[in-house]
C-alpha cells in the first residue's frame, strides 16, 4: 500500500468519524441502483455504508465509475471488498464442514437467509455481500443431534436460552479458529404467527449441494417472507422505523434471481393486516431505493406509504425517531387483534381491542427508538 493511499484512507476515516449521514440515503441509492449521485458527499456516503455493512456491495459501481469517482473512494471500496472476499471464501469452507457434519448424524439443516445466498451465489459474488453470522434451521428432534455435531467439531455454545423459553428459540455457537459464528434455529426466525399461512418451511425448500454436504434452500419467495419477518418483527424495525439496507439488497437479488419472487404468492403468504402492513412497507422500500419492480398494488397503500416516508424521514432527521412514535399506534389494534391475541393465546373481543398500550410498552418502544443498531439506518 502507497503511503499516499495510506493517507488518503486514513483521512477517509477521520472523515467517518465526523460524517452526517442525514441527507446521503438517495446518494446510496443511486450508486446501488448503478448511477453516479450528483455532488454526494462521499465521506457521509461511505459512512452509511459501513454503518448498514453494505460497504462491500458498492464494488460493482466502484468499478463501472471508477473515472468519475475520487481515487480514495475506490480505494477503500475495493480494499473492503478484497478483503471480504477472503472472509465469505472462509465462511464458505466452513459452511461446508458443518453441513457435512450435520448430515453424517442424518440430519439435513435448512440454510436461512445471507447462508443461503452464500451458498447458491457465483464465486465471483462472494464478496459482495458482508455477513456477521451463518443462520441454519433443524427441526426441533434435530437440535441434539445437530449439536453433538457440531460440539465434535470444536464448537462451544456461546448463548442458549433455557430449554421452556418462551419465542424464538436458537444457539449462538462459536469456534476460535471461525471467522462467523453458527446460529441454529428450530423455526423461521420471528413469531411463529406469521408463518401460519406459509405451511411448513421445507415444501418451500430445494435440495441443494455444498462440499460433500446437502441442504435445504428456501425458494427466493419464501426467502423474501424470512427476510420481512426477521427485520420487522424479530429485530422490531417496523416498530422503531430502522431500515435495514443491507437485507435490502438481499431481497433485490431474490426479486432478481432466476427464480424470482412470484409476488401473488408473497402475498398470500401475510396472515393478517399487520402482516401486510410490515410487508409491503419493506416492498415500497424495495421499489423505492432500489428500482424493483414490484406491483403496484403491493407498494401503495397508505400505511406502508408512510412507514416508509417514517423511514426516511427518521434517517435524514434522527430527532423525529422519538417524534414519529405514534405513527406505531396505526397498527396497534391490529396488533391486538393478531399477533397480541395470539401470543396470550386468547381472542380480544368487544371494546377490549381499543384498549391502549401499557405503560411497559410504551417504555419499550421509546428505549427502542433511542437505539442505534449496527446495520441499521
Sequence with gaps: MSSTSSAAQGGLLLGFMRANHSRCLVHWSECLRGRVPKDPDWISLLGLANQTLTTPALMRFATRFKDQIPEDVYFYVEQLFERNVIRNGRLVDQLAEVVGAINDRGVIPVLLKGAAILATAPQADHGLKLMCDLDIMVSPDETEPTLRALLALGYTIEYQPPADAVGNWHVDLKRVCDVGMIDLHRAPPGPAFFYRASGDVKQHCTIAHIG??????????????????????????????????????????????????????????????????????????????????????????????????????????????????????????????????????????????????????????????????????
Design 212 to 377: 460433500r454436504g446437502s441442504v435445504y434452500i428456501p425458494s427466493a419467495t419464501y426467502g423474501a417472507l424470512i427476510l420481512a419477518v426477521h427485520d420487522q418483527f424479530q429485530d422490531s424495525d417496523y416498530w422503531s422505523g430502522d431500515l435495514d439496507l443491507r437485507h435490502l439488497l438481499e431481497l433485490r437479488e431474490l426479486a432478481h434471481s432466476p427464480e424470482g419472487i412470484d409476488w401473488n404468492l408473497l402475498a398470500s403468504f401475510a396472515p393478517d393486516k399487520l402482516a401486510r402492513n410490515a410487508l409491503e412497507t419493506h416492498l415500497v422500500a424495495l421499489y423505492s431505493l432500489l428500482d424493483v419492480d414490484v406491483p403496484v398494488r403491493m407498494r401503495s397503500r397508505f400505511i406502508p406509504l408512510l412507514q416508509h416516508w417514517r423511514r426516511l424521514a427518521q434517517v435524514r432527521f434522527p430527532l423525529l425517531r422519538q417524534a414519529l412514535l405514534p405513527i406505531t399506534a396505526l397498527d396497534y389494534c391490529n396488533y391486538r387483534n393478531g399477533l397480541g391475541a395470539w401470543t396470550k393465546g386468547e381472542a380480544i373481543v368487544g371494546d377490549r381491542k381499543w384498549a391502549l398500550p401499557k405503560s411497559s410498552t410504551l417504555d419499550w418502544l421509546l428505549w427502542l427508538s433511542h437505539e442505534r443498531r449496527t446495520g441499521k439506518a
